[in-house]
């Protein structure tokens, strides 16, 4: 799941000349859902967009206090396109949670962040309608959330894998290489062996 949390002094949801929505000092969150995400990624969401601290204490200090600590309000969007996959130049969606089942996935999000914040301070859009959305963001302040993923996702797989590396170099070394570094002479090159791209290739290489 993807989340563009933007803070606001105001932000509204108009559907043709109707406006459905707006809320004033707080949070405008655009929610791209995934059709991988579960209620794992929602509760991270969730948690992440309540828990920000994207606000000023009351002593003006930065970057200190939340959107519950403030007791602000938070309109949250629906956004398949934050889903897109490039293809040349044309965006293509398919990552994106069908419209049937990212609706209730969508609604259970809602209800999850009204349980665990004041009910009446979250607010959203109208789901699948074309919908003009005003933002009037606040400093500028925009954060880009991606809720973690399995060992498939890229950036988990190099982290596992730096983390591999590192359990390799803690490891005790083999008796040949200590002895190698203390000094032991490395066999003489034959200067007529065949060499690797690099030119460092031993003189018992197999041929």
């Not at 809320?23 to 059709?35: A, E, M, Q, T």
């Not at 204490?57 to 309109?75: C, I, P, Q």
């Amino acid at each position: 799941m993807k989340a563009i949390i933007q803070r606001v002094t105001k932000a509204s949801v108009s559907v043709g000349e109707e406006q459905v929505s707006s809320i004033g000092r707080g949070l405008c969150v655009l929610l791209g859902i995934s059709v991988e995400d579960t209620q794992k990624d929602v509760d991270y969401i969730v948690r992440k967009i309540l828990n920000l601290r994207l606000f000023d204490d009351e002593n003006g200090r930065a970057w200190s206090k939340s959107v519950m600590d403030r007791e602000f309000e938070v309109l949250c969007v629906s956004q398949f396109t934050l889903q897109c996959i490039l293809k040349a130049n044309k965006p293509d969606f398919h990552a994106a949670m069908p419209a049937e089942l990212a609706q209730p996935f969508y609604n259970s999000l809602l209800e999850n962040m009204r349980c665990a914040y004041k009910s009446e301070l979250i607010k959203d859009g109208q789901f699948g309608a074309y919908m003009q959305v005003s933002i009037q963001n606040d400093g500028p302040v925009t954060i880009e959330l991606t809720s973690p993923k399995g060992p498939s996702d890229p950036k988990q797989m190099a982290k596992h894998e730096k983390q591999q590396q590192r359990k390799e170099k803690s490891r005790p070394k083999a008796p040949s290489e200590s002895g190698r570094e203390k000094g032991t002479p490395r066999p003489r090159r034959d200067p007529h062996a065949s060499s690797g791209a690099d030119g460092d290739v031993s003189s018992d290489r197999e041929t």
